[in-house]
């Protein structure tokens, strides 16, 4: 029992199979000699073996693009679905404090894979994906390091809870990142 979804696509798969284009190709050529036969014409030869082949490529042609433009659709939808689960997990759930937090952890964690996430993340932010982690990692720390409630917390502690594995990858960051290191950061901002 074959049940039809989308009728354009089963149209398309029929147009793809090869006996449909020999059955259509037959088809032509019993027409051709049928109306050979009533209008011996040359114009009407023509006609026959040259109009109706491209008429018919360039509906193919453009039934093709309008399912490419479909799917190219869907997909964008996909990527909006992508970005909101990516969006609350790390604004809601704070996924980014993890240390070992990879990108097929994350792409997991909000139900997609890699390549869509890397997709959205390249496409989208216009950054890779350990600059885009860094980047919400970078921005907790500065939050971390202005609050009184951690004045007397260490660089390295700060790091720590803002999902840095070493002081020295925190630093390197923060500064790539910020233009300060984070002790320049703490202090130019007055927070010490």
Known sequence: MVIVVNKSKSIISLVKQPIFLFITLYFLF???????????????????????PVSAFTLFKTINKNNILQSSNE???????????????????????????????????????EKYLSQLINKKYKTSYS???NEFRVNYAKKLLLDVEYENYTLQTIGSMSGFKSKSSFNLTFKKI???????????????
Do not use: E
């Open 131 to 133: 600059n885009f982690i």
């Open 75 to 113: 997909f964008s939808t996909s990527l909006l679905i992508i970005d909101d689960n990516l969006v609350k997990a790390l604004n809601d759930n704070l996924v980014f404090l993890n240390p070992d937090l990879n990108i097929k952890q994350l792409a997991r964690d909000i139900g997609t894979n």
């Open 178 to 192: 910020s233009g300060f290191t984070p002790r320049d950061f703490k202090l130019r901002k007055g927070a010490v």
């Open 30 to 52: 019993i027409l051709s000699c049928f109306l050979n036969y009533i209008f011996p014409s040359f114009v009407f030869k023509i006609f026959i073996f040259i109009y109706l």
